[in-house]
Nanobody
Framework: QVQLEESGGGLVQAGGSLRLSCAASGRTFSNYAMGWFRQAPGKEREFVVVISRSGGNTAYADFVKGRFTISRDNAKNTVYLQMSSLSPEDTALYYC????????????????????WGQGTQVTVSS
């Protein structure tokens, strides 16, 4: 089992920045690719970004490219999501997820590929 706990969400004005964190416990963090997903009110959960086990491979949804940056610190068992130039359209509950993989550079976009999920942290962007 892997437990994931997100933090760092909050209320921010449009154009502002936030950094989300996801702390993992329970298993060897470096064995997992990590993803961020989000779900806005009335919408389906959607892929945001993923980072490979090694941290050497990442992929972003088009709507966050150039604004969000994912990183991980395997020594701290934590993955981060730095978000900038936020807009009201980024308002959502943000989830981190972990996917066990034997390949250090493998990444997946589909939420069904992920084994463990956190409870989410709310990000609200005011106009």
């Amino acid at each position: 089992q892997v437990q994931l706990e997100e933090s760092g969400g909050g209320l921010v004005q449009a154009g502002g920045s936030l950094r989300l964190s996801c702390a993992a416990s329970g298993r060897t963090f470096s064995n997992y690719a990590m993803g961020w997903f989000r779900q806005a009110p009335g919408k389906e959960r959607e892929f945001v970004v993923v980072i490979s086990r090694s941290g050497g491979n990442t992929a972003y949804a088009d709507f966050v490219k150039g604004r969000f940056t994912i990183s991980r610190d395997n020594a701290k068992n934590t993955v981060y999501l730095q978000m900038s130039s936020l807009s009201p359209e980024d308002t959502a509950l943000y989830y981190c997820a972990a996917r066990a993989t034997g390949n250090p550079d493998h990444i997946r976009y589909a939420e069904g590929s992920y084994d463990y999920w956190g409870q989410g942290t709310q990000v609200t962007v005011s106009s």
